[in-house]
């Protein structure tokens, strides 16, 4: 097995480590079985260092998961979903996904999609919806969320939200960076739109 398998394979059994002791996330939805990596394109974008030299201020608890997921930043697909001409050029500065689970992920499933996100420090990402529901799991760093039909909160590591379909949020950092796992089920082909709140 090549040293990126085992960087994958690393991550994916942290995850899977994390699923079978949290019951959030498995109650929300299955662990995949069976799950293989694939050969996917790697992209890189602003997010990809940053994830990649995040080691200060992490959860103890959670340090080899974070550890793991830094690991995959220079391998992966990264993404933005979003135009300049949408969300401006320090957004696009700040925010990256990538999907490490799902359908067109780098391990492929059509049983959940499992994003990882990243979104720097002093960042906001607008209010968007999308048909998905989704649960958001914090790993390091801290975040305000807010949504439509819920309270404001300050979401830190192992803290958990979850977004009805089609219920808005918007996400806004300050002092801290916020790494997180954005996990979809039902209708995850459809992607995040933005709306005026
Ligand atoms: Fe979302």
Same mark, same amino acid.
């Given at each position: 097995m090549?040293?990126? /398998?085992?960087?994958f394979n690393n991550a994916k059994s942290e995850i899977e480590k994390l699923w079978n002791n949290n019951s959030v996330l498995s109650n929300f939805? %299955?662990?995949p079985k069976n799950l293989f990596l694939k050969n996917q394109n790697k992209n890189? !974008?602003?997010?990809? =260092?940053?994830?990649?030299?995040?080691?200060? &201020? $992490? =959860?103890?608890?959670?340090? @080899?998961? *974070? &550890?793991? !997921?830094?690991?995959l930043s220079p391998y992966v697909n990264w993404e933005q979903g979003?135009? /300049?001409n949408e969300?401006?050029? =320090?957004?696009?500065?700040?925010?990256?996904f990538f999907e490490l689970i799902g359908p067109s992920g780098h391990f492929k499933t059509s049983e959940m999609a499992l994003y990882v996100n990243y979104l720097c420090k002093n960042?906001?990402?607008?209010? *968007?919806n999308h048909d998905a529901e989704e $649960?958001?799991?914090?790993?390091?760093? %801290?975040? %305000?969320? @807010?949504s439509k039909d819920q &309270?404001?909160? !300050? $979401?830190?590591?192992t803290n958990t939200r979850l977004h009805k379909s089609f219920e808005s949020h918007a996400i806004t950092t300050d002092e801290n960076p916020v790494l997180s796992f954005v996990i979809w089920k039902n209708k995850f082909e459809d992607v995040s739109k933005l709306t005026k709140n």
């Open positions: 090549s040293n990126t /398998e085992n960087i939805v %299955k662990f890189k !974008i602003p997010a990809t =260092d940053k994830l990649f030299n995040w080691n200060s &201020n $992490l =959860d103890t608890k959670l340090i @080899e998961l *974070h &550890n793991s !997921i830094s690991c979003y135009k /300049e969300v401006g050029k =320090d957004f696009l500065n700040k925010y990256g960042a906001y990402y607008p209010w *968007h $649960l958001y799991f914090i790993v390091s760093g %801290k975040a %305000k969320f @807010e &309270n404001t909160e !300050i $979401l830190s590591s």
